[in-house]
C-alpha cells in the first residue's frame, strides 16, 4: 500500500488525475478520496522534496493503492496528469503524518471508480 498526495489548480483537475492514475498508470485506488487542508498539503509537499513549491494548492487530496511505492513510482511516471502527484511511501517520516490525516479527512465529493462500473452499461 502506498499514499498519494496530489494537488490541483480546480477540483475537475483533481478528479481528472484520480481516472489517470487508474485508467493509464494502473494503480487500483483503495476507498475514496480524501480532501486535505490545501496548507496542510503545500507543507507536506516541501518537505518531502525539500524545496519551495513555485505554486500554491487550489484543493488537495491523498489517496491509497494497492502497489507498493515503487511499483507506483515507475506507473505515475508514464503517465502526466493535470496535478501535481508526489507518491510518499514509509521510508519518508511524513507518511505517518499524512496516513492519519487521511483517516480523519472528508471524502472528496465527485469521484467514481471507473474500474467499478466497467461491464455495466
Known amino acids: ?23 493509464h498508470a494502473g494503480l487500483k485506488i483503495n476507498g475514496k478520496p480524501r480532501l486535505i487542508e490545501n496548507e496542510f498539503a ?8 525539500k524545496k519551495k513549491l513555485r ?5 488537495s487530496a491523498v489517496i491509497t ?3 507498493n511505492a515503487t511499483k507506483s513510482i515507475m506507473q505515475a ?3 502526466h496528469p493535470p496535478a501535481h502527484v508526489i507518491i510518499v511511501s514509509d521510508e519518508y517520516p ?3 503524518t499524512l496516513k492519519a490525516e487521511f483517516s480523519l479527512a472528508p471524502v472528496l465529493k465527485g469521484y ?6 466497467k461491464g455495466k452499461k
Open 1 to 23: 500500500m502506498s499514499l498519494i498526495l496530489l494537488r490541483a489548480d480546480s477540483q475537475a483537475k483533481l478528479l481528472n488525475s484520480l481516472a489517470d492514475i487508474e485508467r
Open 42 to 49: 503545500d507543507n507536506l509537499a516541501e518537505s518531502i522534496l
Open 65 to 67: 493503492v494497492q502497489e
Open 112 to 117: 467514481y471508480s471507473h474500474k467499478l462500473n
Open 55 to 59: 505554486k500554491k494548492a487550489v484543493i
Open 77 to 79: 511516471k508514464k503517465i
Open 94 to 96: 511524513e507518511f505517518k
